[in-house]
């Protein structure tokens, strides 16, 4: 079975412009998940879609929002860029609710 | 209080040798416990998962349960260089699948 596939897995973008991330979760997972990880403050949690719909949301500002469609592929956009937002952003898939996540590679997002 | 406090090391232990983890979370509703291992550079992988209290053993590695002291280790026995990792401590609380994890402790097992 494929794993949770990341793209791209590297951004260089300039303060101020918008990115877009995907990630395709494992056949037949519903569950997606987003983790923004930087060194000073960890693992922290974006949000979560389930069957489409955002079922959790983190301590982020409006700038970052995720969307899910119906084959369970996840986008994530991060709008107006801060040097801030530099960071490894994690994709994680789960089968149902209380299984573990299954991570992706991430995408390197780096904001000059 | 952070939710999930982990020591952020580095851990130090000889190959061969038991390394010891350990990790405390403050919200008592936690249901599901998780250890991940994430190499420089990679992504998390995940290692245990426990749900009840007790010990749950996988190959070289063991994960313990606490609920009443809201304690969650993991042990490794047999230590090798490549066990070298940060290891990230996971609780899940309420619905959904919203992880809360702790800041890692880095392992390092030497020659």
């Known amino acids: 079975k494929a794993g949770v596939t990341q793209t791209p897995r590297y951004l260089i973008k300039t303060r101020g412009q918008q990115v877009t991330l995907s990630c395709s979760p494992i056949s037949g997972h519903r569950s997606v998940s987003w983790y923004q990880q930087t060194p000073g403050q960890g693992l922290q949690f974006l949000f979560e879609y389930f069957s489409e719909t955002q079922r959790n949301k983190g301590n982020f500002p409006g700038r970052f929002s995720g969307r899910q469609f119906s084959n369970s592929r996840s986008e994530m956009n991060v709008s107006t860029l801060e040097l801030g937002d530099s960071a490894l952003y994690l994709c994680?898939?789960?089968?149902?609710?209380?299984?573990?996540?299954?991570f992706g590679n991430g995408t390197r997002l780096t904001v000059t | 209080q952070k939710e999930v406090e982990q020591n952020s090391g580095p851990l130090s232990v000889p190959e061969g040798a038991i390394a010891s983890l350990n990790c405390t979370y403050s919200d008592r509703g936690s249901q599901s416990f998780f250890w991940y291992r994430q190499y420089s550079g990679k992504s998390p992988e995940l290692i245990m998962s426990?749900?009840?209290?007790g010990d749950k053993e996988d190959g070289r590695f063991t994960a313990q349960l606490n609920k009443a002291s809201q304690y969650v280790s993991l042990l490794i026995r047999d230590s090798q260089p490549s066990d070298s990792a940060t290891y990230l401590c996971?609780?899940?609380?309420?619905?959904?699948?919203?992880?809360?994890f702790g800041t890692g402790t880095q392992l390092k097992v030497e020659l």
């Open positions: 994680a898939s789960s089968s149902e609710d209380n299984s573990p996540l299954h």
């Open positions: 996971a609780v899940r609380g309420g619905g959904g699948n919203k992880l809360t």
């Open positions: 426990i749900y009840s209290n």
